[in-house]
């Protein structure tokens, strides 16, 4: 009774880990936000996408003391405290019709809202991690798949309903309110496993041979792997990043798609985002979690070099779309997976968090893709960077595979 029952309650914490994701995921697409700010305030594009780059900075930054606490004191009280802050943050965020200017917003949305996401996200993996031991790659990729999905969910909403209806201040006080309520929801959802509790067995190693022991982060620090996956994840973030903004003005200006066709492209790369994740789960505990990234990001780096010769239609825009958008699923679906396959569970929420840093560095991915196209006045040097970039990804992997054996 006893195997029965923590079996059939542990898909809970996967659940509550969606759930967190999604709201974190609400925060993180911010792009429905720069167009009426701009016409709202009267500011530059730069100054209003300002408080984003500040929150991922923030966001990536803090993941590592959120993921030190959610070690030590568990992730349901560190996530309620994310929860909390998400409703502060919203709520100065609001104020920015009495308050118009950039800096109250990268102060209040940027600097709270990250350290907000950073609380509430690093909860979302260990705890889905330690209860599926057996299916470790499908629970976090589960998880956090609701990080993927939340700008297909939430975008329309904002541009089609909230906006037009309450404006951008009211529009950022309503989502305070769904935010912190759904993130408080997931919160009572996640828990860690007890001590005594009866879980199935855990799933063959990912490596040939050794154990997986819990390596604590100072040791983490000194481990040459730990700097090997860091600059992977760098390196992929940064070239996905880089061009997921140009899809939509790469199908208008050189497909010459309208708007509403050039603009699906950015929804199919949304949607295999978020869908792809679990299925990026699956495939990690099939074949393991790095051969899945390897084979992945040698067609991201063929595609972003092919992108600018085969994407010239409608269908192979759309095609090369959902393979760039399956790229990041894996990305951020897998890293989860192959930090606690290196390093164990038991400090996964810090560890994590410290690899987690590199996902900062992305942050200059959409200002330098944008810069190469202005500097230009095209867009292939920065799909042939992105694939550079890539492509260092895929060589730091295929090494991280020889040097930790995984299979």
Avoid at 8 to 23: H, Q
Avoid at 33 to 56: C, D, H, R
Wanted: charged share 10%; glycine share 14%; proline share 7%.
């Amino acid at each position: 009774m006893r195997v029965l029952t923590v079996a059939g309650s542990r898909w809970t914490v996967p659940l509550g880990g969606f759930l967190l994701a999604l709201m974190g995921g609400v925060s993180y697409a911010w792009g429905s936000f720069v167009v009426p700010i701009t016409q709202e305030f009267g500011w530059t594009t730069a100054q209003a996408n300002l408080p984003f780059a500040v929150f991922m900075a923030v966001f990536a930054l803090s993941m590592v003391p959120a993921g030190r606490l959610q070690d030590r004191f568990g992730p349901r009280r560190v996530a309620l405290a994310g929860a909390g802050l998400f409703l502060v943050a919203y709520t100065l965020a609001s104020l920015v019709r009495w308050i118009p200017h950039p800096a109250w917003l990268v102060l209040s949305y940027g600097g709270v809202g990250g350290m907000a996401c950073g609380l509430t996200y690093a909860c979302v993996a260990p705890p889905a991690r330690k209860w599926f031991p057996d299916r470790p790659g499908f629970a976090i990729s589960l998880a956090v798949a609701g990080f993927g999905l939340a700008a297909v969910l939430f975008s329309p909403l904002k541009v089609g309903v909230f906006i037009p209806a309450w404006g951008v201040a009211g529009t950022l006080f309503v989502l305070g309110l769904i935010v912190a309520a759904g993130s408080v929801v997931g919160a009572l959802l996640v828990r860690n496993p007890p001590p005594d509790a009866l879980l199935p067995r855990p799933a063959a190693s990912g490596r040939r041979g050794g154990s997986q022991a819990d390596v604590p982060p100072r040791e983490l620090l000194r481990a040459p792997a730990f700097y090997v996956m860091w600059a992977a994840f760098a390196a992929v973030m940064v070239g996905g990043l880089m061009t997921i903004g140009l899809l939509t003005p790469y199908g208008k200006l050189v497909v010459k798609l309208p708007p509403a066709q050039a603009a699906f492209a950015t929804s199919i790369f949304a949607l295999c985002n978020g869908l792809g994740r679990p299925l990026a789960g699956f495939l990690g505990d099939r074949f393991g979690p790095v051969r899945v990234m390897v084979f992945t990001y040698a067609v991201q780096t063929l595609v972003f070099l092919g992108f600018p010769v085969v994407a010239t239609g409608q269908a192979l825009l759309y095609l090369c779309a959902a393979l760039l958008g399956w790229g990041y699923a894996v990305t951020l679906a897998l890293f989860p997976a192959v930090t606690a396959e290196a390093f164990g569970t038991k400090h996964l929420g810090m560890n994590y968090g410290l690899v987690f840093t590199a996902f900062g560095a992305g942050a200059v991915g959409p200002f330098l893709g944008s810069w190469l196209r202005d500097l230009t006045g095209s867009f292939t040097p920065a799909f042939l960077m992105a694939g550079a970039a890539a492509g260092v990804g895929l060589g730091l992997v295929a090494f991280l595979r020889f040097r930790l054996a995984f299979r």
